[in-house]
């Protein structure tokens, strides 16, 4: 079956750092990828997403690449602020019968202080 | 502002108790969802309509029953639940069931069960 791994993390940067979640995945098909991102006593918003291979999403300074040889979809940013801080989860759908189910990892905490 | 709102935020009831969550969401979506969101798992996926029609029951206990009386509402019908659903509920909507199609989610309803 499908399935998203992405670190656990806590992480916890400094502002302006460089920031990097990495997330690999395994599907049967040709998946599409997402970063959604979660602030504290919210739901879960849509950060960037990708459909085909070598595709890159970007969202408010957030990128990531579908690299299909490696099976990944790590997202980074060049400098966070304090407002990042947030979980963040890595999810796919794949092509086939049930392609609207996302699979989720387990999401990443960061914590970005002044 | 996400187009899809969750009521009531918060719950605490007795595993005795009958109650209801509420979704709604403005986006003109056809379909909706549920998820169940608890410390440290992914998110589980419980139930999924399209055009008010149920096409995913993600072998959920029947102590949770939904209802999804139009496409913009979907109700979660809750009885003698037990402590281990205790838990964030999250509702989502998408344009359609296909895949590449993000997920829109609300804020979900934190459910205490005593």
């Known amino acids: 079956g499908d399935s998203v791994t992405q670190m656990e993390g806590p992480v916890t940067l400094s502002e302006e750092a460089f920031l990097t979640i990495n997330c690999t995945y395994t599907a049967t098909g040709y998946p599409s990828l997402f970063w959604y991102v979660q602030y504290p006593g919210e739901g879960l918003q849509l950060l960037l997403k990708?459909?085909?291979?070598?595709d890159k999403g970007s969202n408010k300074g957030f990128e990531a690449t579908y690299r299909k040889e490696t099976t990944s979809f790590h997202l980074e940013k060049g400098s966070v602020q304090v407002s990042d801080s947030a979980v963040y989860f890595c999810a796919l759908s794949d092509s086939g019968g049930s392609n609207y189910k996302l699979t989720f990892g387990k999401g990443t905490l960061l914590t970005v202080n002044p | 502002e996400t187009g899809v709102t969750q009521t009531p935020r918060h719950l605490v009831m007795g595993m005795t108790n009958k109650k209801s969550l509420k979704c709604e969401q403005h986006?003109?979506?056809?379909?909706m969802y549920w998820y169940k969101q608890s410390a440290k798992k992914p998110l589980e996926l419980m139930f999924v309509?399209?055009?008010?029609?149920?096409?995913e029951n993600n072998s959920v206990p029947s102590r949770f029953s939904p209802e999804c009386p139009n496409s913009s509402h979907l109700f979660l019908h809750l009885h003698t639940l037990q402590p281990e659903d205790s838990a964030l509920y999250l509702c989502?909507?998408?344009?359609?069931?296909?895949?590449?199609?993000?997920?829109?989610f609300g804020d979900g309803t934190r459910l205490s069960i005593l």
């Open positions: 309509y399209s055009l008010e029609e149920r096409v």
């Open positions: 986006l003109g979506h056809n379909a």
């Open positions: 990708a459909t085909k291979a070598d």
């Open positions: 989502a909507s998408s344009q359609g069931l296909t895949n590449g199609q993000p997920q829109h």
